[in-house]
């Protein structure tokens, strides 16, 4: 089965507003990542959390860890059109397992 | 070029037909991934290989198989393709160190009838 569940599936929101996406997991993980989709197209590396951080900044992407409650939050701040595609948090856990991904949450964001 | 290449984009077979998806990569990474993506069900995972001699089932393994001829080289083939493999195919590369995340090709649209 997946490891990370992201949650909510879709999010609809208007141009300037916060935009969180969070992410839960099942097992221990080296580190947790975070992929954006636009349509059909391949994906691409956002941001990358280790298992000992808690918080990590990318311009206006802002990631939460917790491994407490094995969840993960992506914030993106001031959000804009362009960003509307859907996002996937993946887990890599220790060394020999291979990167799993959620389901993914589709993210619209109107101007 | 692309990084991860992906060939062919799109492909239409017939059932019970072999097929074969193939992907290479300039990024010099060893690691290498086949992923399935279907509509609400995210990525999941086909198989991997962490260098040449190495290949490991993933979640979803059954009805397909793989061959790393290379570094840089991990082909998808499907046996005797059916219908419920309808699909978008991802190919992906990463470090063994992980840093930088995986890069993924621009994917193959699969369609059995």
């Known amino acids: 089965s997946q490891q990370g569940e992201e949650d909510p599936q879709a999010l609809s929101i208007q141009e300037g507003e916060n935009a969180t996406m969070n992410c839960s997991y099942k097992t221990s993980i080296n580190n947790l990542q975070w992929y954006r989709q636009n349509s059909g197209r391949g994906l691409v590396h956002l941001i990358l959390i280790r298992s000992n951080e808690r918080e990590k900044h990318s311009g206006r992407l802002r990631v939460t860890l917790d491994t407490s409650k094995k969840s993960s939050s992506l914030l993106i701040t001031a959000s804009r059109a362009a960003d509307t595609a859907s996002y996937f948090c993946?887990?890599?856990?220790?060394?020999?397992?291979?990167?799993?991904f959620g389901k993914g949450t589709t993210l619209s964001v109107s101007s | 070029d692309a990084d991860v290449t992906q060939t062919p984009r799109n492909r239409i077979t017939k059932t019970g037909k072999r097929i074969m998806l193939e992907c290479s990569q300039t990024?010099?990474?060893?690691?290498m991934y086949w992923y399935r993506q279907d509509p609400g069900l995210g990525l999941r995972l086909i198989y991997y290989s962490f260098d040449v001699k190495d290949i490991n089932k993933g979640e979803i393994s059954d009805g397909y198989s793989v061959s790393r001829q290379a570094q840089a080289k991990f082909s998808l083939s499907l046996e005797s393709a059916i219908p419920n493999q309808t699909a978008l195919y991802f190919c992906?590369?990463?470090?063994?160190?992980?840093?930088?995340?995986?890069?993924f090709g621009q994917g193959t649209r699969l369609t059995v009838v």
């Open positions: 990024k010099g990474h060893d690691r």
């Open positions: 992906a590369t990463s470090e063994v160190s992980g840093r930088g995340g995986a890069f």
């Open positions: 993946a887990t890599a856990g220790q060394a020999g397992t291979a990167l799993i």
